[in-house]
């Protein structure tokens, strides 16, 4: 996958996550749930863009990490949606399904950067 290819992803998916929440019920926990999952989802994106304008190896794993980061937290608030019967499970398992495969994509570029690092010093 290109930069450019995750880069239209991660937007996608904040999009998703987006419509979700205009979508999400007016309660005590609907709104807490959608303020944090919108905060979260729209991270992804935000600081992977921030990650591919990195000025070195070690920004690059810094954002990398956060990227990872905010995509789990994404997986937390769209599990808590499921298990509060918020929405269905089926309703949210495409969503579930990418914030973890948007995790598993930044974990391993982050080992990646990490390796190729150690490579570059030896």
């Given at each position: 996958?290109?930069?450019d290819e995750l880069k239209?992803?991660?937007?996608?998916?904040?999009?998703?996550?987006?419509?979700?929440?205009?979508?999400?019920p007016n309660t005590v926990r609907g709104r807490v749930?959608?303020?944090?999952?919108?905060?979260?989802?729209?991270?992804?994106?935000?600081?992977?863009?921030?990650?591919?304008?990195?000025?070195?190896?070690?920004?690059?794993?810094?954002?990398?990490?956060?990227?990872?980061?905010?995509?789990?937290?994404?997986?937390?608030?769209?599990?808590?949606?499921?298990?509060?019967?918020?929405?269905?499970?089926?309703?949210?398992?495409?969503?579930?399904?990418?914030?973890?495969?948007?995790?598993?994509?930044?974990?391993?570029?982050?080992?990646?950067?990490?390796?190729?690092?150690?490579?570059?010093?030896?």
């Amino acid at each position: 996958m290109t930069t450019d290819e995750l880069k239209a992803r991660t937007k996608r998916f904040a999009l998703r996550v987006m419509t979700l929440v205009e979508a999400s019920p007016n309660t005590v926990r609907g709104r807490v749930i959608a303020n944090q999952i919108m905060r979260s989802a729209t991270s992804v994106g935000a600081n992977y863009r921030a990650a591919c304008r990195a000025r070195s190896r070690a920004e690059f794993i810094s954002k990398i990490g956060v990227v990872e980061e905010e995509a789990n937290e994404t997986a937390f608030w769209l599990e808590l949606i499921i298990e509060s019967k918020i929405r269905r499970a089926k309703q949210i398992a495409p969503l579930s399904d990418e914030a973890n495969e948007l995790v598993a994509i930044t974990a391993a570029s982050r080992k990646s950067a990490i390796a190729n690092r150690r490579l570059a010093i030896h």
